[in-house]
Each structure stands twice: as structure tokens, then as C-alpha cells.
């Protein structure tokens, strides 16, 4: 069975960073390609970025690029997030996603405050 | 990008009854393989979202047949053949053609 869970999440102030993690299991991590798909309180579901398998391609929302950074570690069966520069509109749950979308973590809570 | 559009936003459904949902793509969704990935996903209240539907009309294990899905190229309809209690949510289609563009509908929120 798929398992992802998110991890990092928190209260940051605008402008902060943070470093979400996704753990994986029940499949094998390497072979397939992942995202972060994020829903703000109350709100519908946003892409936010993408990763190959292999890490060598990475694709970002527009509304997040040059200010994330997705990556992960096949050896470690971990997909993360790295978020910076981090705006009140960035406050949402943060869900780790398989691309075939078959697999949802249980979200990591971002909340964006001063 | 590929623009989802959902109707309704709200659909109160009554038990026993059917329901459908629509969306539509502001792009064709076939993809240059042949094949047209939207899906559509069920979250319920507290939980993350669940794929139901994946390719149009392919039902994930474990979801009943009186969920079904169709359609082709920009539009596409879920449907519910008799509302169980169980329906309660907010339902999204999204498209995968585009992928790693993955975009979703605005949500339709499903009410007994």
C-alpha cells in the first residue's frame, strides 16, 4: 500500500523559509514521479511543483518559482520542499502527491504570519 | 495552461437520487499517446483528496459503480448513479495531460 506522509510544516513570518518532507513506502520510490500540490484554508486544490524520478527534471506553479525548490533523495524514499521567501498567500496544507495521482500524504500545515 | 471549469459549485442531492457534475477543459485533453487523462477526486470533509476516476471513466479499486465518468476532447461529466450518505464531499476534476501542469477544477461541493 502507498504511504506518504508529509513533515515540516508550521507558523513561519513572511519571508521565512521552510523545508517540508515527503516519506514514501509501499512502492518503489525511484520509479515514479512525484508533486506538491497545495489547498489553502477553505479553498480548492493548486499544483505547486513537480520532480522526475530520477530528480532531473523539476517543474514549478508560477506562482511559487524562484522561490521553491523541489528535490528528493531515491536512497532515502524522501521527496522535499524547499520553501523561501514565503508571502501570507503561501499559507495552505502542503500535500506530497505520486503523479499518477493514486497517492495523497495526510498534508503538512503551512501558515504564513506575522 | 488548461483552464478546469466545474458546474455547479454546490449540488445538494438527495438520497436514493442521481447527481452529475460537470467540467470542462479550456484545452482538448487527448493526449499525443492517444489517451485523455482527466480524473476526478472526492475529498471528504477532514481527509485528502481520493481519486475515483482516472482516464475519463476508469474507476479506482475500491469505488463503487454508481460512480461513473465520461466524456471527451473539453468536456466531461461524473456521475452518481443513488446518493448514499457516503457522497458528502467536494469533488475535482483534474487534468493530467499536461502534467507536470496538473489543474484542477474549482471544486463542486456535494450536500445531502
Known amino acids: 500500500e502507498v504511504q506518504l506522509v508529509e513533515s515540516g510544516g508550521g507558523l513561519v513570518q513572511p519571508g521565512g523559509s521552510l523545508r517540508l518532507s515527503c516519506s514514501a513506502s509501499g512502492f518503489t520510490f525511484s520509479g515514479y514521479a512525484l508533486s506538491w500540490v497545495r489547498q489553502a484554508p477553505g479553498k480548492g486544490l493548486e499544483y505547486v511543483s513537480a520532480?522526475?524520478?530520477?530528480?532531473?527534471?523539476?517543474h514549478y506553479a508560477d506562482s511559487v518559482k524562484g522561490r521553491f525548490i523541489i528535490s528528493r533523495d531515491n536512497s532515502k524514499n524522501t521527496l522535499y520542499l524547499q520553501m523561501s521567501s514565503l508571502r501570507l498567500e503561501d499559507t495552505a496544507v502542503y500535500y506530497c502527491?505520486?503523479?499518477?495521482?493514486?497517492?495523497w500524504g495526510q498534508g503538512t500545515l503551512v501558515t504564513v504570519s506575522s | 495552461d488548461a483552464v478546469m471549469t466545474q458546474s455547479p459549485l454546490s449540488l445538494p442531492v438527495t438520497l436514493g437520487q442521481p447527481a452529475s457534475i460537470s467540467c470542462r477543459s479550456s484545452?482538448?485533453?487527448?493526449?499525443?499517446?492517444?489517451?485523455?487523462?482527466l480524473n476526478w477526486f472526492q475529498q471528504r470533509p477532514g481527509q485528502s483528496p481520493r481519486r475515483l476516476i482516472y482516464?475519463?471513466?476508469n474507476r479506482d479499486s475500491g469505488v463503487p459503480d454508481r460512480f461513473s465518468g465520461s466524456g471527451s476532447g473539453t468536456d466531461f461529466t461524473l456521475k452518481i448513479s443513488r446518493v448514499e450518505a457516503e457522497v458528502v464531499g467536494v469533488y475535482y476534476c483534474m487534468q493530467g495531460t499536461h502534467w507536470p501542469r496538473w489543474t484542477f477544477g474549482q471544486g463542486t461541493k456535494v450536500e445531502i
Open positions: 502527491v505520486l503523479a499518477t495521482g493514486t497517492g
Open positions: 482516464q475519463v471513466s
Open positions: 484545452q482538448s485533453l487527448v493526449h499525443s499517446d492517444g489517451n485523455t487523462y
Open positions: 520532480i522526475t524520478s530520477n530528480g532531473g527534471s523539476t
